[in-house]
């Protein structure tokens, strides 16, 4: 089992499917001489030639309208969005028609297709280019959203989602394009829609996805090593669907949670997520479930101030341990 970067595991696995399906091609910006803004498309213009790497103007709702009919007719595009900012510009064509068409038309006529993008802060890139903006897409029916912490989700969410017959919004996040693991060579696809109970724990649960987590696993092995606190933590890795049934499972188990998103705590996706708590294991709750999110500004430029407003391990501790202690569980 090799342990590689998030960032080749995108790589490796874009060529394998390449490699696997003539219909498999990759549309996006600057994605072909220049290897894409992240150096996920290295060395594919090479080995496949223009026809299946198609690099693009600054033309957002253009080429993702054109991936769009690409996949109506059989194809299988998958789109490179430089930031999750810039899908503003696409919205329409995401929106009303990569999402809806399955459903105006019937069902006579699918969208294969995936839109890959980058997003989140921490890169000091302004307001305008740190956005946690999935929120807008788990929000429309016929999308589906993934968003994998690790290289081997990575891997494994990518396979799926390509072979997925619907349209699917694949979220990176910058932190962790660098961030390492190990991914198994012959990774099966993952089910899109069912989140991972990453580390068992029977004292809180902590729920996040794509960076928080990471930052979630690393905090409850923190706790259990210096404070003997069993933390669960659930890395969803779907938005949408959104796999209720393992949330609930967990709080029935630990009692208490606590919510780690990098977006707007107001109507994010941990509103979501604490509904669905409440909906399916309220008789099972000792204290109101807890959200952690970013401070609700537009995302500072400052390295200090964009620190402050992103949301932190030592902020998720102290969640946690405000929690426990609002119950006298914590020792």
């Known amino acids: 089992m090799a342990v590689i970067t998030y960032r080749q595991a995108l790589h490796d696995t874009l060529r394998e499917e390449m490699l696997a399906d003539e219909d498999v091609f990759l549309i996006g910006e600057e994605i072909g001489v220049f290897e894409g803004s992240y150096k996920i498309t290295a060395g594919l213009l090479d080995e496949f030639g223009e026809k299946r790497v198609r690099d693009t103007p600054i033309a957002e709702e253009g080429f993702i309208g054109a991936a769009v009919g690409a996949a109506m007719q059989g194809l299988r595009p998958v789109a490179e969005l430089m930031t999750i900012n810039f899908s503003l510009i696409a919205l329409d064509q995401i929106v009303n028609?990569?999402?809806?068409?399955?459903?105006?038309?019937?069902?006579?006529c699918s969208v294969p297709m995936v839109m890959r993008t980058p997003g989140g802060g921490g890169q000091q890139l302004g307001a305008t280019h740190s956005q946690n903006i999935e929120l807008y897409y788990a929000f429309v029916p016929g999308l589906k959203v993934v968003a994998p912490s690790t290289p081997a989700d990575a891997?494994?969410?990518l396979r799926a989602s390509i072979a997925d017959n619907d349209p699917v919004l694949f979220l990176e996040n910058l932190a962790l394009y660098n961030t390492k693991g190990e991914v198994p060579d012959t990774a099966e696809p993952a089910e899109i829609g069912k989140a991972a109970v990453t580390r068992p724990g029977s004292d809180i649960t902590i729920i996040g996805y794509s960076r928080m987590a990471t930052v979630a696993h690393q905090v409850a092995e923190k706790l259990q090593e210096e404070e003997g606190i069993s933390a669960e933590v659930v890395d969803l890795r779907s938005l949408?669907?959104?796999d209720r049934e393992t949330l609930?499972?967990?709080?029935?188990r630990t009692n208490c949670a606590v919510i780690a998103e990098d977006d707007w705590l107001t109507y994010g996706i941990g509103a979501e997520i604490a509904a669905s708590i409440s909906d399916g294991a309220f008789d099972s709750l000792d204290a109101p479930v807890r959200r952690v999110a970013a401070a609700e500004v537009p995302l500072p430029y400052a390295k200090p101030l964009e620190r402050?407003?992103?949301?932190?391990?030592?902020?998720?501790?102290?969640?946690?341990?405000?929690t426990?202690?609002?119950?006298?569980?914590r020792r």
Not at 248 to 252: A, F, I, L, N, Y
Not at 308 to 322: D, I, M, Y
């Open 97 to 108: 028609h990569a999402a809806k068409i399955y459903g105006m038309f019937g069902g006579q």
């Open 155 to 157: 891997k494994a969410l």
């Open 240 to 242: 949408r669907p959104l």
């Open 248 to 252: 609930v499972e967990s709080v029935r």
């Open 308 to 322: 402050a407003a992103l949301p932190s391990a030592e902020s998720l501790t102290t969640a946690v341990h405000e």
């Open 324 to 329: 426990l202690d609002a119950v006298g569980r």
